[in-house]
């Protein structure tokens, strides 16, 4: 177990995108498990990030896929470091956990959450390539948003400390009675609310 270090109480659950990863799966909603994570320093070796993976709960076609997940820590971009920090809040919201409850990486091993995937380009040796992303860690404060569409053109990444970031727009003000659209794992999209169309959702544990 490694502990975060960081006090996340007071901290709003806005997110951005982290770099990932792995093979690539369309634009959606999907449920997540996370199966390993550790805290590492960044590229640039002035900061620290949590890097996890997580893998496709969903059943169908993409049912264990895995998509990387990078979450600053600490770092000397004031900016950075804050993303960061909401990202780390939005995510621990949505495995369940309460406001500043979410402080090492165990706790994050194996609990299902929702959130959004998008895809991004980048360049290596030369050649454009894409990766999944997280757009979105899906809570109870931002469930009527919807996921991004399968026909977007892919995300052009920004420069940051340790690997592409950008900006995803957010709410974290609860709303109820709120609908959203899901992406299927076919590539269509099916009308559900904000509490998951049926499913239970990792934000509403009973214990």
Do not use: C
Request: glycine content about 12%; proline content about 5%.
């Amino acid at each position: 177990m490694a502990d975060f270090g960081v006090n996340l109480n007071g901290i709003n659950a806005a997110t951005s995108n982290q770099s990932g990863g792995g093979g690539v799966i369309p634009r959606g909603r999907y449920g997540f498990q996370i199966t390993e994570g550790e805290i590492k320093q960044n590229f640039k070796k002035n900061g620290d990030n949590y890097s996890f993976k997580a893998e496709v709960t969903d059943e169908g076609p993409f049912n264990k896929a895995i998509v990387y997940g990078t979450i600053v820590l600490s770092n000397p971009s004031a900016w950075a470091q804050n993303n960061g920090h909401e990202q780390l809040q939005a995510l621990g919201l949505a495995m369940g956990m309460g406001p500043g409850e979410f402080t090492n990486t165990d706790m994050a091993l194996y609990q299902p959450f929702m959130a959004d995937v998008d895809i991004e380009t980048y360049k290596k040796d030369g050649q454009e390539k894409e990766r999944n992303v997280f757009a979105r860690f899906i809570h109870e404060g931002n469930a009527n948003t919807e996921p991004p569409s399968e026909k977007e053109p892919a995300t052009q990444p920004a420069n940051d400390n340790q690997r592409a970031q950008t900006n995803a727009a957010n709410n974290n003000q609860p709303q109820n009675n709120a609908s959203t659209a899901r992406q299927t794992q076919n590539g269509g999209s099916a009308s559900s609310g904000a509490s998951g169309g049926g499913r239970s959702m990792p934000w509403k544990r009973s214990g």
